[in-house]
């Protein structure tokens, strides 16, 4: 069975641009998880969606958003890039959401701002 | 709100020692807790669940118990080898509309020959 996969692996970019993270979950996953792991800060919860739908926020900018398409697959958008937002962005799936299914991760990608 | 407190680190232990790395957690309700592991370069893998109280998790050597009464869930390894090498992470989740893992900071284990 694959795994969640991520694309791309990394990606540089410079302040105020915008960059575009995709992920792909688990064959028969329909919940999408999206966290930040950014140094000195641990790992926070960014975006959760099911069945397409946004279903709960973290305590994030309105610049970070993202959707899901009918296949369950899932983009991450970051508007005006800052500085701080250089991190490794982790996605995740689980079988459902709302349940205690464990969440299964991807690799990340490592974004970079210039 | 809800939080995980994991011990600082990093853990440097030699081979075949006994591990010990504690998680305590602060949560209004009944959570699900979950240990994952972080390799250099990689995402996180889940290592081990518990659903409720008094629940065992256990893979690949590692254990942990939910205890309730102590709102802890510590991850222990009899006979630690050099690849578990690795960075720990202690998760809460609550079922629901919430639907968030809430990590700790992670500890960062180091085994030698």
């Known amino acids: 069975e694959a795994g969640v996969t991520q694309s791309p692996t990394h990606l540089i970019k410079t302040r105020g641009q915008q960059a575009t993270l995709r992920c792909s979950p688990i064959?028969?996953?329909?919940?999408v998880y999206w966290y930040q792991q950014a140094l000195g800060l641990g790992l926070q919860f960014l975006l959760w969606y099911d069945e397409g739908e946004e279903r709960n926020r973290g305590n994030f900018p309105p610049r970070f958003s993202g959707r899901q398409f009918p296949n369950y697959s899932s983009e991450l958008n970051v508007n005006a890039l800052e500085l701080e937002d250089s991190a490794l962005y982790l996605c995740?799936?689980?079988?459902?959401?709302?349940?205690?299914?464990?969440?299964?991760f991807g690799d990340g990608t490592r974004l970079s701002i210039l | 709100g809800d939080s995980v407190t994991q011990m600082e680190g990093p853990v440097t232990l030699s081979e075949e020692a006994f591990l010990t790395i504690n998680c305590t957690y602060t949560a209004t309700g009944y959570p699900s807790l979950f240990w994952y592991v972080q390799y250099p370069g990689e995402g996180l893998q889940l290592l081990l669940k518990a659903t409720k109280a008094d629940d065992k998790g256990s893979n690949k050597g590692f254990e942990a118990t939910y205890r309730k009464e102590t709102t802890s869930f510590h991850l222990e390894k009899g006979s630690v080898q050099v690849s578990d090498s690795a960075v720990y992470f202690c998760a809460l989740l609550y079922t629901g509309t919430a639907s968030k893992l809430t990590f700790g900071t992670g500890t960062r284990l180091q085994v030698t020959l």
């Open positions: 064959s028969g996953h329909t919940s």
């Open positions: 995740a799936s689980s079988p459902t959401g709302g349940s205690n299914q464990p969440q299964h």
